[in-house]
């Protein structure tokens, strides 16, 4: 079976543009979060989708938006890009929610701003 | 202070030999996370713990919840374990599942 699958692998942006990242959870998988992972430091937490319904949003500001779709699958759209977006940006699936489950991780779309 | 804290940030150590990597946290939880990521940025999940001690292979993780402290070993190490190893948490009391993640330590294994 595949994994969680994200796309782009890389991504090279401007300040001031806009992107979108996709992420494929694993077949079965209901649950989506993001994760932001500036080099040398761990991930930071800045969405969760069950449902297609975003339950849980870390300390982001508003330019970071996310959605999922009725196959799970999800987008996340950073608006007016910032030198400090570049990172690398995880997807992890679960089974479910609200419950300890493990969290499968993809290998992330690198995105460098200049 | 991070709520999530790892020691050592940076590890080298000769194969064999016998590695320990600890994580303290200072919140609830319902449960740890240990990870592994290596340099191509990809994420392996290694244990999930919400008590005692668990072990896969060559890898045991045990927490400690009234400490507030967990920590991963390996036994006879190999160059191959060379990775990043990350402790995550998710907090207790409900809300999202979104882990809070120590910085992760550095680990080399020398031949």
């Known amino acids: 079976d595949a994994g969680v699958t994200q796309s782009p692998t890389h991504l090279i942006k401007t300040r001031g543009q806009q992107v979108t990242l996709r992420c494929s959870p694993i077949?079965?998988?209901?649950?989506v979060s993001w994760y932001q992972q500036v080099l040398g430091q761990g991930p930071q937490f800045i969405f969760q989708?069950?449902?297609?319904?975003?339950?849980g949003r870390g300390n982001f500001p508003d330019r970071f938006s996310a959605r999922q779709f009725p196959n799970y699958s999800s987008e996340l759209n950073v608006n007016a890009l910032l030198l400090g977006d570049s990172a690398l940006y995880l997807c992890?699936?679960?089974?479910?929610?609200?419950?300890?489950?493990?969290?499968?991780f993809g290998d992330g779309t690198r995105l460098s701003i200049l | 202070k991070n709520e999530v804290e790892q020691s050592p940030q940076n590890l080298t150590a000769q194969e064999g030999e016998f590695i320990t990597i600890n994580c303290s946290y200072s919140v609830g939880i319902s449960a740890l996370h240990w990870l592994q990521q290596h340099p191509g940025g990809g994420i392996v999940s290694l244990f999930m713990?919400?008590?005692g001690k668990k072990k896969h292979g060559r890898l045991i993780a045990t927490i400690n919840i009234q400490e507030k402290h967990s920590s991963l070993h390996i036994t006879a190490s190999h160059p191959r374990d060379s990775a990043v190893y990350i402790c995550a948490v998710r907090r207790s009391g409900g809300g999202a599942d979104g882990l809070t993640f120590g910085k992760g330590t550095h680990l080399i294994i020398q031949p």
């Open positions: 713990l919400s008590s």
């Open positions: 989708y069950y449902e297609k319904e975003e339950r």
């Open positions: 992890a699936s679960s089974l479910l929610s609200g419950r300890n489950q493990p969290q499968h």
């Open positions: 077949s079965g998988h209901k649950s």
